[in-house]
């Protein structure tokens, strides 16, 4: 063992697949890779401690150390629940701190990794300044939740209640949807005021995105409904056509128009206005005309 590594703390390590925990937070994660249930158990034996990091590639099964994020998230394991089927394992952790893995062992029977803090910076940033990034990430995950009805509405409760800048900026990280890069750019980000100003950045990224979502979902809608009720009004047609007699005096005139020994533009031509005809309301004018 290099000498580095003695002053470092080794602790079984769990790559993760499009996920990340960060400090304070609770994640429930299923585990199936033998390496990854290896690890869990690892760390059950231990002190139920465990080294949380994202993988970059997320086909890699068995990912290399380049194929994994330096800095992650120290975890409790809070809950283990053997799944009924195959060899799937439910558990639930709780983000303890960050750290930065200065070297990974990927042995394919378990891996582990040699760590060390990655801790918060102390910043010289105005109450001021603080205070309105809290709010403007505040008003607009409130937003965020009222467009996005997988979300409660009562989480917004538990920021007012914690309203510091650390708690605020992972909380929002965890809960809101980002890509994997963004979500790593911001567990890497070691002051937590601009942490909390970049969360503030992909919220209204986010929101834009979502408005747009939902305006094209309600365009959609829209059209649907307008062809479903001119369906139904066609049909309608048809059926009051059909008991007043008019659908036989369409047929017949479809029936003498085919048997004109014209050309082809002119039984287009007429055929076209007998389409207009069989839309034309009982008795008016337009359809005598016709």
């Not at 649907?224 to 047609?237: G, T, V």
Request: with cysteine.
């Amino acid at each position: 063992m290099a000498q580095n590594e003695q002053q470092l703390i080794k602790m079984p390590l769990l790559a993760l697949r499009g996920l990340h925990v960060f400090p304070g937070m609770l994640l429930t994660f299923d585990v199936e890779r033998p390496a990854s249930i290896a690890a869990l158990n690892n760390a059950v034996r231990a002190d139920q401690l465990i080294f949380l990091a994202a993988q970059k590639d997320l086909g890699a099964d068995l990912p290399k150390e380049e194929e994994i994020y330096a800095v992650g998230t120290v975890c409790r394991i809070r809950q283990q629940l053997r799944q009924p089927r195959g060899n799937i394992c439910r558990v639930m952790v709780e983000g303890l701190y960050r750290a930065r893995a200065e070297s990974m062992n990927c042995d394919p029977k378990a891996y582990y990794a040699y760590i060390e803090p990655w801790e918060d910076k102390a910043e010289r940033v105005s109450p001021e300044r603080t205070e309105a990034l809290l709010r403007s990430c505040l008003s607009q995950f409130d937003d965020y939740i009222h467009i996005n009805s997988d979300m409660i509405s009562e989480q917004i409760i538990n920021l007012l209640a914690n309203p510091d800048p650390a708690y605020v900026s992972n909380y929002l990280a965890q809960n809101v949807r980002l890509s994997i890069e963004d979500r790593q750019m911001l567990l890497e980000e070691r002051y937590p005021t601009r942490r909390l100003a970049l969360v503030n950045r992909l919220l209204t990224r986010e929101l834009r995105i979502l408005n747009i979502e939902k305006e094209l979902s309600e365009q959609t809608q829209e059209a649907m409904n307008r062809n479903q009720r001119d369906y139904y009004l066609r049909e309608e047609m048809k059926i009051i056509q059909s008991e007043l007699g008019e659908d036989d005096d369409i047929e017949l005139y479809r029936e003498k128009i085919e048997a004109l020994p014209v050309s082809e533009e002119i039984r287009e031509k007429l055929l076209k206005e007998l389409g207009r005809l069989s839309r034309q309301p009982f008795g008016s004018s337009e359809a005598a005309v016709l």
